[in-house]
């Protein structure tokens, strides 16, 4: 089951139940999408997953994962990552990352995304738009790479070509380097980080039975960070706003799928080349 670098190798079979705990946190995020409006609580999101999470017979990743008080980490403007649900009111403009996980009989989903409320300001709408490209360009390059460090050379050149045509007011975005994908199954967290950025190091070698969490967090301004008094939330250091979007992937035999995508990630890769494997479950 495990290689000698510990990288967790899944079995076809549980490679399925992460694609039903997957599907659970599809729907959990498809909801708190639909529900989510100004003048909502960043608690009331929570509750909406919490529900789907419940009813579906699976349990929260994140609730009480060392101590995590919620079932999801909503964070606003410039939170970065591991925003506490709570009274927060959510008010136009406001720039929400919403990431979720749920367990299906001990395996894992986790996936994240970024809505920008309405009355928005066109670069908050950009960050997100060009932060979920390079989710998919970092996730596309697994289909063909040996190595797992192609998904932070995709996620780079995705900003760079974002900074040659002007986006974030002609400013390069900011890749948060302090927190990056993971491995994921039998536990959240597992070897071997996912590198949102290019190094010297080649990465990982890819093979079939990884499952890899993708999830590239771009800010429109530096990107250094500092954690709140709470020691969960994230924010930028210099105020500036921040987007984060994640997928959940398998390595296969025949090719890749995206197990926290309702559609496996068929529509998304397809207008980058990529065919993704179907499982049934």
Request: aromatic content about 4%; proline content about 4%; glycine content about 12%.
């Amino acid at each position: 089951m495990f290689g000698r670098d510990r990288i967790e190798y899944k079995t076809p079979e549980q490679v399925l139940l992460m694609r039903r705990a997957g599907l659970v946190v599809a729907d959990a995020l498809a909801a708190v999408r639909a529900e989510m409006r100004p003048g909502l609580t960043t608690a009331d999101l929570d509750a909406v997953a919490a529900d789907v999470i419940r009813s579906a017979g699976a349990t929260p990743s994140f609730l009480g994962y060392h101590g995590f008080p919620a079932t999801l980490c909503v964070s606003v403007n410039d939170e970065i990552v591991h925003g506490i649900p709570g009274p927060r009111v959510l008010a136009p403009g406001d720039v929400v990352s919403v990431d979720c996980g749920a367990i299906v009989e001990g395996w894992h989903g986790d996936s994240a995304m970024t809505v920008v409320l309405d009355d928005a300001d066109p670069l908050d709408v950009e960050l997100a738009a060009t932060t979920e490209r390079a989710m998919w360009a970092g996730i596309a390059a697994l289909a063909g790479a040996d190595r797992l460090g192609a998904v932070g050379e995709a996620v780079e050149d995705v900003v760079d070509g974002a900074a040659a045509a002007g986006a974030n007011g002609g400013s390069r975005y900011g890749v948060v380097q302090e927190y990056v994908g993971h491995g994921i199954g039998s536990a959240m967290h597992q070897p071997p980080e996912v590198l949102n950025y290019r190094t010297r190091d080649r990465g990982a070698r890819l093979k079939p039975g990884m499952c890899l969490a993708v999830e590239p967090m771009l800010v429109r301004g530096s990107q250094a960070s500092r954690v709140l008094e709470d020691d969960w939330t994230v924010v930028t250091a210099d105020g500036s706003r921040a987007g984060h979007w994640e997928h959940s992937v398998a390595v296969l035999a025949g090719g890749i799928t995206v197990l926290t995508a309702h559609d496996g990630g068929a529509a998304r890769l397809a207008e980058l080349g990529v065919e993704v494997v179907a499982l049934e479950v």
